[in-house]
């Protein structure tokens, strides 16, 4: 199977050009998953792939993410359901832990599959995540908060009772920031009243000093730990705080100093865990500073896409991407 790894495995076969998914799977939904180890361990990402149904009707099928060996993964799929005496079709997404399935959303439209292959994608963010079938002139959306499985994992496919399932062009993605359009007037950082928050060590005070002065060029607002935020006789706390609730993104400014700094790890630590939990509202970007390594990053921040401030026409890239948000 080289880079395939399928449960159960006698419910795949893996061709060049081609997933054939078929007979029967595991417990009550006769469920059988299989997932691409090639990419390794995704923690935020897309999974696409054409699929087509073998069965006249909406047997279920979807896209997996974030899933382990043991049965634990987030779904999105098709299954059947009867209403009244009318055979449809439904798209939901769960989650299997440890092979126990919890519906979290159902779309509330049936969907209308045809004989032939409808591209599915299934993208996921921190706790986000959205569903996608394109059928002919048909598109179909469902998302949701799905904190349930914060942890890295695998992408790749899954079918219920039994279906079988035809899949090509299956496609695995890694992604650092949210597929997600940028925040409206009705999202609680609508109003933000920063756009980033810079989170750094006193020993890289100069350098971030500068990158604050090319974002404040820029129309960027910044929150930075100065005088200018923090007056004397100030609750410092009380500052970071209003200044983290304010701000749509944070920036944890990477260097050899920053991992010897407690203080800076709550600072960013905490927008981690809202992301990990399904809030999405703010993100923590990672910015290398000049003579940063990788093994510099923390380890929370590795699977995330990051900015250089030394690669000027990566971070002129950087700069545009939070004018445009």
């Known amino acids: 199977m080289n880079d395939w790894h399928p449960s159960p495995s006698a419910g795949w076969t893996a061709l060049p050009a081609l997933l054939t998914g078929h007979g029967g799977g595991i417990g009550t939904y006769d469920a059988s998953y299989i997932v691409d180890l090639a990419p390794g361990q995704v923690l935020n990402g897309r999974v696409t792939a054409d699929i087509r149904l073998t069965e006249s009707w909406g047997t279920g099928a979807g896209l997996v993410c974030r899933a382990d060996r043991d049965w634990t993964f987030v779904a999105f799929y098709t299954t059947p359901q009867i209403q009244g005496e009318t055979r449809t079709t439904a798209a939901r997404i769960g989650v299997f832990r440890e092979g126990a399935l919890t519906t979290v959303a159902q779309l509330p439209e049936p969907v209308v599959l045809s004989q032939g292959y409808h591209r599915f994608s299934l993208e996921f963010f921190s706790g986000t995540v959205r569903g996608e079938i394109r059928t002919g002139e048909n598109r179909y959306e469902l998302q949701a908060n799905v904190p349930h499985v914060p942890f890295p994992g695998y992408a790749g496919l899954v079918r219920l009772y039994g279906a079988g399932v035809l899949a090509r062009g299956v496609t695995v993605e890694r992604t650092a920031l949210p597929f997600a359009t940028p925040p409206t007037a009705g999202d609680d950082t609508g109003d933000a009243a920063y756009d980033v928050f810079l989170c750094h060590a006193k020993e890289d005070a100069a350098e971030v000093e500068d ?17 200018d935020q923090i007056n004397f006789g100030d609750f410092v706390t009380q500052k970071i705080e209003e200044g983290l609730q304010a701000s749509r993104f ?55 896409r990051r900015a250089s401030h030394a690669n000027k026409v990566e971070f002129e890239e950087f700069i545009r991407f939070l004018q445009s948000h």
């Open 211 to 227: 990158i604050a002065a090319a974002l404040k060029s820029r129309g960027i607002r910044y929150w930075l730990d100065s005088d």
């Open 250 to 304: 944070v920036l944890p400014c990477i260097s050899k100093n920053l991992r010897r700094r407690g203080w800076t790890r709550n600072e960013y630590g905490a927008i981690l865990n809202a992301e990990f939990s399904g809030d999405s509202s703010r993100i923590a970007i990672p910015v290398m500073l000049t003579g940063a390594e990788d093994s510099d990053i923390p380890l929370l921040l590795r699977d995330k």
